[in-house]
């Protein structure tokens, strides 16, 4: 990794100055290169104690969040855009209702 350039200024967020590096790639430790990222697979047993979690959080029952989950996991595995669910004009998204439709 290159350092390209650094910027130091005022951050809203912090308060304070803050400083940002803007770095560039030299050597990729992507073997190929091309072609579509595979998301690794979780062994069961953390994929259990996640869902485990989300349930006693209460994260997994919202139904809003759910659905623009699946349409960002649909996006970042590559389906074609006519696949992917219309957030913003689905009646039934925005009550809250959501069902398999045939």
């Given at each position: 990794i290159d350092l390209?350039?650094?910027?130091?200024?005022?951050?809203?967020l912090t308060g304070g100055c803050s400083t940002a590096y803007i770095h560039r790639v030299t050597k990729s430790?992507?073997?190929?290169?091309?072609g579509r990222r595979e998301r690794p697979v979780l062994p069961l047993e953390e994929q259990a104690y996640r869902i485990v979690k989300l349930l006693e959080s209460g994260e997994i029952t919202d139904t809003k969040k759910f659905m623009r989950n699946v349409y960002n996991n649909?996006?970042?595995?590559?389906?074609p855009e006519d696949w992917r669910p219309n957030l913003d004009d689905d009646d039934d998204y925005n009550r809250g209702e959501l069902f398999i439709r045939s």
């Open positions: 390209v350039e650094n910027l130091d200024g005022y951050c809203w430790l992507w073997v190929n290169g091309v649909m996006i970042f595995s590559g389906l």
